[in-house]
T-cell receptor, first 114, second 119 residues
Framework: AQSVTQLGSHVSVSEGALVLLRCNYSSSVPPYLFWYVQYPNQGLQLLLKYTSAATLVKGINGFEAEFKKSETSFHLTKPSAHMSDAAEYFCAVRQSYNTDKLIFGTGTRLQVFP | DVKVTQSSRYLVKRTGEKVFLECVQD?????MFWYRQDPGLGLRLIYFSYDVKMKEKGDIPEGYSVSREKKERFSLILESASTNQTSMYLC??????????????????FGDGTRLSIL
């Protein structure tokens, strides 16, 4: 069965510092992976998705994620944090190849300090 | 842009009431979902619909039912609200790539959520 683990429920960085949010997955089939962001009092917004076309995936707002099959990881990074990046981030994996249902991680709250 | 609209941002109801949460999408998506979001638990799927009048239970369907009479509208029903159903409820929709007839990497699009309090 597919599953997703996000390490660290809270991450704090200074403005301008590197952002690294960790996601490890478990999947018995080639995975479809997603990162979503949730700003306060809003729904989830797609940041990026893994399509199997490239291992390094670029998303919106300067974020990117690298798919590493050997490590079963799909970590999210941004070279330089901005105050507006403060939000909750969710990693998700499709449950199986023939369904659109997603399994979400428990989320990581990113705080950015000036 | 895909627009998923949830009828209420905030809702306060009493225990035992029958509660309806409405969701409408404007992109002719086949799939629609209801999740609840609780701190530390992430998003958990309550129900899923892949076509009109079709539904599937998710991971936590107990105490909930759904209705999908029209393609664009997916309703979540709390038959008899209880305090442990106080939560944030999120609706989502996604497309099915008909030419491939398989689910691909189409993302789910979310509404802004309904924060439901049961007193």
């Amino acid at each position: 069965a597919q599953s997703v683990t996000q390490l660290g429920s809270h991450v704090s960085v200074s403005e301008g510092a590197l952002v690294l949010l960790r996601c490890n997955y478990s999947s018995s089939v080639p995975p479809y992976l997603f990162w979503y962001v949730q700003y306060p009092n809003q729904g989830l917004q797609l940041l990026l998705k893994y399509t199997s076309a490239a291992t390094l995936v670029k998303g919106i707002n300067g974020f990117e994620a690298e798919f590493k099959k050997s490590e079963t990881s799909f970590h999210l990074t941004k070279p330089s944090a901005h105050m507006s990046d403060a939000a909750e981030y969710f990693c998700a994996v499709r449950q199986s190849y023939n369904t659109d249902k997603l399994i979400f991680g428990t989320g990581t709250r990113l705080q950015v300090f000036p | 842009d895909v627009k998923v609209t949830q009828s209420s941002r905030y809702l306060v109801k009493r225990t035992g009431e029958k509660v309806f949460l409405e969701c409408v999408q404007d992109m002719d998506h086949e799939n629609m979902f209801w999740y609840r979001q609780d701190p530390g638990l992430g998003l958990r799927l309550i129900y899923f619909s892949y076509d009109v009048k079709m539904k599937e239970k998710g991971d936590i369907p107990e105490g909930y039912s759904v209705s999908r009479e029209k393609k664009e509208r997916f309703s979540l029903i709390l038959e008899s609200a209880s305090t442990n159903q106080t939560s944030m409820y999120l609706c989502a929709s996604s497309a099915w790539e008909r030419y491939a007839e398989v689910y691909s990497n189409q993302p789910q699009h979310f509404g802004d959520g309904t924060r439901l309090s049961i007193l």
